[in-house]
Nanobody, 119 residues
């Protein structure tokens, strides 16, 4: 079994910052790409940022220059530092990890954490 547990969401004022964490646990051999997605009410889930096993990153245009994705391989954890937050960043944020276990490699999802940007 593999579990992804997210934390760090909450209510923040426009212009503020939050840091999300997602820790993977279970019978994990290695983790390939780790990513953050988000889903706002009435909208489709969208990719926010990815980080490969080697550390290369990519970002949605809407968050470039404001968000930073990082990972700590020893802890099987991925982070999303969010700065200069805007109301349009309000969404449920989900982490996604491509995890190699004995005999299988597939994507796993976290349960989601709510981020609300409002004054």
């Amino acid at each position: 079994q593999v579990q992804l547990v997210e934390s760090g969401g909450g209510l923040v004022q426009p212009g503020g910052s939050l840091r999300l964490s997602c820790a993977a646990s279970g019978s994990i051999l290695s983790i390939n790409t780790m990513a953050w997605y988000r889903q706002a009410p009435g909208k489709q889930r969208e990719l926010v940022a990815t980080i490969a096993a080697g550390g290369s990153t990519s970002y949605a245009d809407s968050v470039k220059g404001r968000f930073l994705i990082s990972r700590e391989n020893a802890k099987n954890t991925v982070y999303l530092e969010m700065n200069s937050l805007k109301s349009e960043d309000t969404a449920v944020y989900y982490c996604n990890c491509n995890i190699r276990r004995l005999g299988v490699t597939r994507d796993y999802w976290g349960q989601g954490t709510q981020v609300t940007v409002s004054s």
